[in-house]
């Protein structure tokens, strides 16, 4: 039997094999069993010359491998080296307590190394100390403050009492005496006192507080970066926060800030809250004197305030007068300057910006309304604070008609005590130009939100009758449906008769349940034929009423409104209308009357004259005024109103000398009594009126609480305001 072997040779040969296989491949085929025999011998030398050519290599050592070799080689060196320097502790050759007394070169290189494990412990902390994007949204927190028209602080809204100014604002005085009571060195520090932060640590390893030892801008980082806590940890970061910060702010930013956000006590934050709650006054207005008292307060203003003891007050006295001391002592004030600050500044006894809850609080809704309309400002906004709001509101004109209707309220609650406790006051004092100076809201705005001032619930009564009149002169009348309208003036004949029935064209006014209309004058008094100027000085209802008719009610209420009266508060065009069916609020009565003293141009009524925000003006609506009647219109109206008030009180009429003018108003159910006048180009309104709050705004009758003809009470509080108002530029 004989073998064949595959062409290629065996399968799984070796590599010695495939080699023979190789250089055997040009042998004719069938050499025979000897041949393949042969060949096998010859292929293996064949092998063994081709790998002596092909030498393997030694394998390299792992990169790895290297590096552990490398540092164990210096580790040994090292070692070596330590083992020569490293101290000798306790040290050989000593006996007793000696062997634990350490060399100096022990010593030194402790102490050494220990600077140095600090130093890189600093710098690890500064680098990985972050200055926060945003302030605590505490020290962001601002109030809204309101000015009397005089510029003086009236009140404030607000959780936090704080306001922002710019340095540029602030005095040099005001910040040197702040520095120089503070940090004398804040524009050559680097942020931080290495001094006072050694004593804050010492003082926390012994006591476990820190106190002191911070610059202002260390005490800027805590007012609005971090907490209040006393604490190691919380220290360390402010210096590292300061540090950067004094890097990245200019140092009269970081003044600004500091100024802006810290605590001077009497719920104050910041300089200008400050300067307003212990002087009245702005940042601006303050000397050197009032400055070094109120740097005494960041100190602590619990410890410096002198109204709240006398201990409080030696100390506020003694550091006032070393902050002078100081001041003049770096340069910052004359020996000269500092002679003439003998005197402790006196601050107020209390801050007038506290919110009363009563009349300023009834101010302060009436000239949010203004501000946020005619600055175009939304609820959020201001709600966020920092808004400074100048009212028309002219203190001397408020306190003294308040004083008069408080005087009237208590005389209503011995007359009749049960009625009297729903008798409300409106009174509102506006200028010719529609300046809002002084209104009498309510007893209290804690207990009664409601404005009696700014209320439209009662009616004008006879009060109205000034706008018929005026319709009538600008208009005319028509006797026919077709005819051209009949000029009247004052001395055009009317009848004044009672009970009058009222005519149209057509004939006598029938009501919606057919009963004939007919006016009725006070007291059922009959005046026959009487001028329209004589009618509107003694209040003759039915003479308007008719002339009402014959005008136009259509424009009777287009006068009114053109007056200042809001057309939410004119009555139906009916016969009623003319008799003052119409409800306008005091406000808006005293800015109708103004309109004829302004010689027929209105000015709607506002109460802001300027709104800013961290001291920059807001952009605000500035009402103009406006022809609302000829000029002979309004005259001959202010004729017969002065007339009116002559003929009614003829001895004030003689006190006043001119000039004052006014009529009073009564409704034929008896639910309001009104007294409108003006005197030097300032329009008055007073209206009394019952109405039961927890019940509805339903009017209930008087019950003799508005007085009588002869004794009226909105006179009365008319003529008591007056009698300030008359000596007051307006």
């Not at 399968?11 to 025999?37: C, L, Q």
Request: proline fraction near 5%; charge should be positive.
């Amino acid at each position: 039997m004989q073998l064949r072997i595959p062409e290629g040779g065996i399968p799984g040969g070796g590599r010695d094999d495939a080699a023979g296989a190789s250089s055997d491949a040009g042998e004719p085929e069938g050499t025979g069993s000897s041949g393949g025999s042969s060949a096998a011998p010859s292929g293996s030398r064949a092998s063994r010359r081709a790998g002596a050519g092909r030498r393997r290599k030694a394998p390299r050592k792992a990169p790895r491998s290297a590096l552990v070799a490398r540092l164990v080689a210096v580790a040994v060196v090292c070692g070596s080296w330590l083992r020569r320097v490293r101290p000798r502790y306790p040290r050989p050759g000593r006996v007793g307590w000696k062997r634990w007394v350490p060399s100096w070169r022990q010593a030194g290189g402790a102490v050494l190394a220990s600077f140095g494990l600090g130093f890189l412990s600093l710098g690890f902390a500064y680098a990985v100390t972050d200055i926060p994007e945003n302030l605590n949204s505490y020290a962001t927190q601002q109030d809204n403050v309101y000015f009397w028209a005089d510029g003086t602080p009236m009140a404030r809204t607000g959780w936090v009492q704080r306001q922002a100014v710019e340095l540029d604002d602030v005095p040099e005085d005001v910040r040197w005496a702040v520095l120089a009571a503070e940090n004398e060195s804040f524009y050559s520090d680097p942020g931080i006192s290495l001094k006072g932060l050694s004593r804050a640590v010492f003082r926390t390893l012994g006591q476990g507080s820190t106190q002191g030892g911070s610059t202002i801008t260390q005490q800027y980082v805590k007012n609005v970066y971090l907490s209040q806590e006393q604490t190691y940890s919380r220290k360390l970061t402010e210096a590292m926060m300061a540090l950067k910060l004094d890097n990245k702010m200019s140092k009269d930013e970081i003044l600004e800030g500091y100024l802006n956000t810290s605590w001077f006590g009497r719920g104050t934050y910041g300089i200008q809250r400050a300067a307003q709650a212990y002087y009245g006054k702005d940042v601006s207005g303050l000397n050197a004197s009032e400055a070094a008292f109120l740097a005494s307060l960041l100190k602590g203003a619990g410890l410096y305030d002198p109204t709240l003891s006398a201990n409080n007050r030696a100390r506020a006295e003694e550091r006032w007068r070393w902050t002078l001391d100081r001041m003049v002592e770096i340069g910052k004030l004359s020996p000269e300057e500092r002679a003439g600050y003998r005197t402790f500044p006196e601050p107020l006894e209390s801050n007038p910006l506290y919110n009363t809850g009563e009349q300023s609080d009834y101010l302060v809704e009436l000239a949010t309304q203004y501000a946020k309309k005619t600055a175009h400002i939304s609820d959020k906004d201001f709600d966020r604070g920092g808004y400074q709001i100048y009212t028309t509101f002219d203190k001397k004109r408020v306190d003294q008609l308040t004083k008069a209707v408080n005087k009237a309220r208590d005389e209503a609650r011995k007359k009749n005590s049960g009625a009297a406790k729903q008798v409300h006051y409106g009174a509102a004092s506006v200028a010719a130009d529609g300046r809002i100076l002084a209104i009498h809201g309510g007893p209290d705005h804690r207990k009664q939100g409601y404005n009696e001032s700014n209320a439209t619930t009662v009616r004008a009564g006879s009060a109205f009758q000034p706008f018929v009149y005026a319709a009538a002169l600008e208009h005319g009348v028509r006797k026919s449906r077709d005819g051209s309208p009949e000029a009247v003036t004052g001395e055009t004949l009317y009848s004044g008769d009672d009970g009058v029935p009222v005519t149209t064209p057509e004939g006598p006014y029938w009501d919606r349940s057919g009963r004939k209309v007919a006016a009725k004058n006070d007291g059922g008094r009959s005046y026959g034929q009487i001028s329209l100027h004589r009618a509107l000085a003694l209040s003759v209802n039915t003479t308007f009423m008719q002339l009402g008719m014959d005008t136009g009610l259509d424009k009777v209420r287009a006068t009114a409104k053109a007056a200042g009266l809001l057309p939410s508060s004119l009555g139906a065009q009916v016969p009623a209308l003319s008799a003052g069916s119409s409800t306008p609020s005091a406000i808006r009565m005293a800015s109708g009357y103004a309109t004829f003293a302004a010689e027929g141009r209105h000015t709607e009524p506002y109460a802001i004259l300027k709104v800013t925000r961290n001291g920059h003006e807001v952009a605000a609506d500035v009402p103009g005024a406006r022809r609302a009647v000829d000029a002979e219109t309004a005259a001959a109206v202010q004729s017969a109103l002065t007339d009116a008030f002559r003929t009614a009180h003829p001895g004030a009429a003689a006190a006043a000398g001119g000039g004052v003018a006014g009529k009073a108003g009564t409704t034929e159910d008896d639910t309001a009594a009104w007294y409108v006048g003006t005197e030097k180009k300032v329009s008055t309104a007073v209206v009394v009126y019952r109405i039961d709050l927890a019940k509805s705004l339903e009017p209930l009758p008087l019950e003799g609480l508005g007085g009588t003809a002869a004794d009226s009470v909105p006179y009365g509080i008319w003529a008591q305001a007056l009698g300030h108002l008359g000596r007051s530029s307006s």
